[in-house]
Each structure stands twice: as C-alpha cells, then as structure tokens.
C-alpha cells in the first residue's frame, strides 16, 4: 500500500466532515481563506477526498462558490476521503446523523487539534459502544462493560468523555426499572 502524505489542515478538515451531516466539509477550519484555502481544497479534490456538489440553500448549506446562475457549490468529503483518516464511511454516516439534530458551534482551532483529528474506525470498542447506544433500547453501563470488558468507570468515562464531550453526539440518560440507567444516542 501506498503511504498516504496529508496535511494537519486536510486531516482536521476531513475528521470535521466526517461528523457534519451529509459529511460536508464546510465551513473549512478557521484563517483558512483566500488562495490558501483554494490550493488546500483543490488538492484534496484532485486526490479524489472532497468534491464539489450543487449546495441546497434550502437547507441553508454553506457555499464553497457561486455559480452565478443563483446557485452555489458546497464541499463534502468523499469515501476516499474519510478511508485516508481512517474512518469507515458508514461509521461517520451514523455519526453525522446523530449530531444532525442538535449542532454544535466549531470550537475556535488551536495548533494541538490540528494534530489530533477525531477519528472512528469501525471494529473498535469505541464504535461498538456508538452502535449500541443508537439501538432503540440503549444500552446501560453494565451492558457496555459485558461487551467490552472494560471496568465500569471506563464505560462511563467513554460516554462522557469521547462520545459526548470530543465527537459531540447528543447522548440521554434515562432511569428504567429493572435495567438501571440507560444511555442512548438522542436524535
């Protein structure tokens, strides 16, 4: 296999658009503009890892450019793209959904989360847990810990922590009789 050269910029911008809906990756990270921001993005579609489709300003998406006949562009992530970073795409599918219904404003970048792109691959614990939440019945605490072996202060931790706080998915709690604390992934 063929090593991969990619940058922080095109790291931070394709781990963003995998967690946007419709895996767009607009708005592109912040000070990023001008030729800058064309030569970055013109690279990334040259490589096949973000393309330009027609923007639904209905669904107020942001535009990567006017068309001028009253139309735009927007940019979003390709296949390609998410593989480069190491994120199955249907993974980052269920992700973008679960965040589609309660967006977070992009923290401001600072030079330490260029290096750290949040990423899912698919087969990790990580990605189990996000399955089992997003079923209709959750799941509790001690069920994550019977999937994953993991104690029960690092089921927690991962709830809170990596799922809720840095990939950003709305997750509810809820008391139910007989199964405890349930957690789900609110839509």
Do not use: F
């Amino acid at each position: 296999m063929t090593e991969v050269v990619r940058s922080d910029t095109q790291c931070l911008i394709l781990s963003r658009a995998a967690t946007r809906p419709g895996n767009l990756a607009l708005p592109l990270p912040e000070g990023l503009v001008g030729a800058a921001a064309k030569m970055v993005v013109g690279k990334m579609i040259a490589r096949g890892w973000l393309e330009e489709v027609e923007a639904n300003l209905r669904r107020s998406e942001p535009m990567w450019r006017e068309t001028g006949d009253g139309h735009g562009t927007t940019l979003i992530a390709t296949e390609a793209g998410l593989e480069v970073i190491g994120i199955e795409p249907l993974v980052a599918s269920a992700v973008a959904i679960a965040r589609k219904a309660k967006p977070k404003p992009e923290p401001a970048q600072t030079p330490d989360d260029a290096a750290k792109p949040a990423a899912i691959r698919a087969g990790t614990k990580q990605a189990l847990i996000i399955d089992m939440l997003q079923r209709p019945e959750g799941a509790t605490v001690a069920e994550i810990v019977a999937a994953t072996s993991w104690q029960a202060h690092t089921a927690r931790g991962a709830i809170s922590g990596a799922i809720k706080k840095k990939l950003g998915l709305p997750i509810s709690a809820e008391k139910v009789e007989g199964r405890g604390t349930v957690y789900r992934v609110s839509v």
